[in-house]
């Protein structure tokens, strides 16, 4: 069936680094989009990339929708303790719900 | 943050017992889905609803089965309870097909 795999699962960097998530998808995406989630919290909705080869930035994270759309990336420039988090990327499922990817927990150290 | 509520926020239950989750939105989305977090899986899909009385089943579904009565309220049901689904459970919104998602903010059950 239809999946969304993301990589790594967990990263730990030091304040300052920069930190990257890829998602992949077995199928092609009509759009992809990105959460974060925070430790104890609900996932909150960042973004959605719809078009083939398309960047967005929003201050220091850029995301990317590859050419053939199945496979995006986030990457944040210079962490910060206040990224820690979970990071999901979500594709829509044959039908009408998000196929959500295991997500990139993201641990930083000041 | 959107106007959608899950209630209760913490539950803790015996197995074999029926549990019924509750998710209610004021946004007048159409659509409303129930998500299930547990290590290593991420969010898994339970049940979704795309209009009042009309659900479909997601990849997780056994055990559990949903009612949407009215536009705002989307009821998740365990049947009867088994510790395997100890888990958070999300409920999310959509005002159309595929577009951002609203989360509320979970439920944590524990099934002993």
């Known amino acids: 069936g239809q999946q969304v795999m993301q990589i790594p699962q967990y990263q730990h960097v030091q304040e300052g680094e920069d930190f990257t998530t890829y998602c992949n998808s077995s199928?092609?995406?009509?759009?992809i989009q990105w959460y974060k989630q925070r430790p104890g919290g609900h996932p909150v909705f960042l973004i959605q990339?719809?078009?083939?080869?398309e960047v967005k930035k929003q201050k220091r994270l850029t995301f990317q929708f590859g050419e053939a759309k199945k496979n995006s990336s986030l990457h944040i420039t210079a962490t910060q303790t206040t990224d820690v988090g979970t990071y999901f990327c979500?594709?829509?499922?044959?039908?009408?719900?998000?196929?959500f990817g295991k997500g990139t927990t993201l641990s930083v150290s000041s | 943050d959107a106007g959608i509520t899950q209630s209760p926020r913490h539950k803790v239950t015996e197995t074999g017992t029926p549990v019924t989750l509750r998710c209610h939105q004021t946004?007048?989305?159409?659509?409303m889905y129930w998500y299930r977090q547990d290590p290593g899986h991420g969010l898994r899909l339970i049940h979704y609803?795309?209009?009042?009385?009309?659900?479909d089943k997601g990849e997780v579904s056994d055990g559990y089965s949903v009612s949407r009565s009215k536009t705002e309220d989307f009821l998740l049901t365990l049947e009867s309870a088994t510790s395997s689904q100890t888990s958070v459970y999300f409920c999310?919104?959509?005002?159309?097909?595929?577009?951002?998602?609203?989360f509320g903010q979970g439920t944590r059950l524990t099934v002993v």
């Open positions: 990339l719809v078009k083939s080869g």
């Open positions: 999310a919104i959509t005002a159309l097909e595929n577009t951002e998602a609203f």
């Open positions: 979500a594709g829509p499922r044959a039908g009408t719900a998000l196929i």
């Open positions: 199928t092609t995406l009509s759009n």
């Open positions: 609803s795309y209009g009042v009385k009309d659900t």
């Open positions: 946004e007048n989305h159409r659509y």
